[in-house]
Every structure is written in structure tokens, then in C-alpha cells.
């Protein structure tokens, strides 16, 4: 027996979802270690949004504000985030099911959007319209929006003060079927990069992963 032997049927249905899902270009998305003490078992997901430096007019908010300096140059990391899927045959009270959607998205900030004391609700809201825009059924949804103040000091104070929004959260998917629910992750992460959502009729292309 190997070990694929030993992995739930309803396990291996999700993971095959996962590879079903259609990311944009923008993102970079690869299989990471994931945790080992949330659920018997459990995949993880990390995703970079990365655009060329030589854009900075196809973006706008944060990302617009991170690419002015390096238009011409390499290319510029926006946003970072962790999509982590648990899965427990025995099912969990706390979940309200056998499966369990975990992440997190970090992402710099203009000093302007990170003053605004709505910004908490605010990166809620994307969140909910993201899984409601793609259809993803869920339920017992919850989170925590936090901004991060960075201050540099002596050698190092002339380096300007930066501001981070990250958003943790978490819920239960209806079904076993985590498309959706990834690719609307997906595009949240984008969002909280400041890319501009796709037109209408567009498709992003799918990443290999």
C-alpha cells in the first residue's frame, strides 16, 4: 500500500479541484508545506502576485504606489498569501464539517488607504464578494483584518514608514469541490494588491502548478 492508498476518497476529490482552478497571470501560486497538527490531513497553497516593473500603468492603489520607483527594473512582489485546505474524515464540531479552508494575504499599503479605520470591514468585504462573485457555497466564515505599522529608526531612519494590511480567515466549504472557493481566494489576493479587477468576458489564463 502506498501512501496515496492512504488518503481519503473525498481528500483526493478535493485536490484534484485544486488543480482545476484558473488563476490570473499575475499570480504566482505552488504547492508549500503545510501544517501538520490542524487535521489528519491537509495541503497548502503560496501565491506571490508579482508584476513587471515596467508597468506601472496597468495598476493602480498600492500597486500603482510600489511600481513608480521601479518602472524599468525587475519585477515588483505585491501581495503574499497562504490558501491551506484541512480535511478530517471523523468531521469537526468547531468546522461544522470535514473540510476546512485556512488563509492569509499580507499586502503594503499607500499611508492614505492604511489610515482609514475602515480598512478592517473593508478587506472583510472582499473577501465575501470574492466567494459570493465566483459561487463558492460556505459557511461559519470568520476573521481577523490587522495592519502592521513598520517604523525605521537610527542607521536606518531614513527609510520611510510603511503600513501592511493582512487579513486571516477561515470557513467551511458546502462541498468537496474547493474550485471556486480557490479561485476566488485567488482573486482577493489581487485585489489586495491593487490590481485592477479583469474586464467582463475576460478569462484568466490557468498556472501550472
Known amino acids: 500500500m502506498n501512501a496515496l492508498d492512504q488518503v481519503p476518497p473525498d481528500f ?10 484558473r488563476v490570473r497571470a499575475e499570480l504566482r501560486l505552488d504547492e508549500i508545506p ?19 516593473g515596467g508597468l506601472p500603468g496597468s495598476v493602480h492603489g498600492p500597486a500603482a504606489a510600489a511600481l513608480a520607483p521601479a518602472a524599468g527594473s ?27 479552508i485556512v488563509t492569509y494575504i499580507r499586502a503594503q499599503l499607500e499611508p492614505d488607504m492604511g489610515n482609514d479605520e475602515m480598512l478592517g470591514s473593508v478587506a472583510w468585504t472582499w473577501l465575501v464578494e470574492a466567494l459570493d462573485n465566483h459561487a463558492a457555497e460556505y459557511r461559519s466564515a470568520g476573521g481577523t483584518a490587522t ?58 489564463l490557468p498556472r501550472r502548478r
Open 74 to 100: 525587475d519585477d515588483v512582489e505585491l501581495a503574499t498569501g497562504r490558501f491551506i485546505l484541512l480535511h478530517d474524515p471523523e468531521g469537526s464540531a468547531v468546522w461544522d464539517g470535514e473540510f476546512r
Open 34 to 52: 503545510a501544517p501538520a497538527r490542524l487535521a489528519p490531513f491537509a495541503v497548502a497553497l503560496g501565491a506571490e502576485v508579482v508584476v513587471p
Open 12 to 21: 483526493r476529490f478535493a485536490l484534484e479541484t485544486l488543480r482545476k482552478a
Open 147 to 204: 495592519r502592521v505599522l513598520s517604523e525605521s529608526f537610527g542607521s536606518l531612519a531614513d527609510r520611510p514608514g510603511t503600513i501592511d494590511i493582512e487579513l486571516r480567515a477561515s470557513w467551511t466549504p458546502a462541498g468537496r469541490d474547493i474550485t471556486a472557493h480557490l479561485e476566488a481566494w485567488s482573486d482577493m489576493v489581487c485585489t489586495f494588491a491593487g490590481l485592477p479587477p479583469l474586464p467582463d468576458g475576460v478569462t484568466a
